[in-house]
Nanobody, 115 residues
Framework: QVQLVESGGGLVQPGGSLRLSCAAS????????LAWYRQAPGKQRELVAT???????AYASSVKGRFTISRDNAKNTMYLQMDSLKLEDAAIYYC?????????WGQGTQVTVSS
């Protein structure tokens, strides 16, 4: 069983930055495709960014150029560096670990963007 624990959320002003972390248990981290999703109140959960086993990244158009996803396989940790935050980035952010046959989710971390 894999457990994912997100951290780093909080309150930030528009234009500010936050760095989210997702720590995974177990030894399968480096074999997984990783992703960050987010869900704002009243909206569906949406994909924010992904990173492959080899480190290739992809981003939603709404965050491209502002967010950076990365992974440290030695630490079993994934990150999301969020810069130039906008009001519409406010949401609960979830990390996702995809092994193909199994998918795991973290419990989420709240990001609030407000002046």
């Amino acid at each position: 069983q894999v457990q994912l624990v997100e951290s780093g959320g909080g309150l930030v002003q528009p234009g500010g930055s936050l760095r989210l972390s997702c720590a995974a248990s177990g030894s399968i981290f480096r074999f997984a495709v990783l992703a960050w999703y987010r869900q704002a109140p009243g909206k569906q959960r949406e994909l924010v960014a992904t990173i492959s086993k080899g480190g290739e990244t992809a981003y939603a158009s709404s965050v491209k150029g502002r967010f950076t996803i990365s992974r440290d396989n030695a630490k079993n940790t994934m990150y999301l560096q969020m810069d130039s935050l906008k009001l519409e980035d406010a949401a609960i952010y979830y990390c996702n670990l995809d092994l193909g046959a199994r998918v795991y989710w973290g419990q989420g971390t709240q990001v609030t963007v407000s002046s």
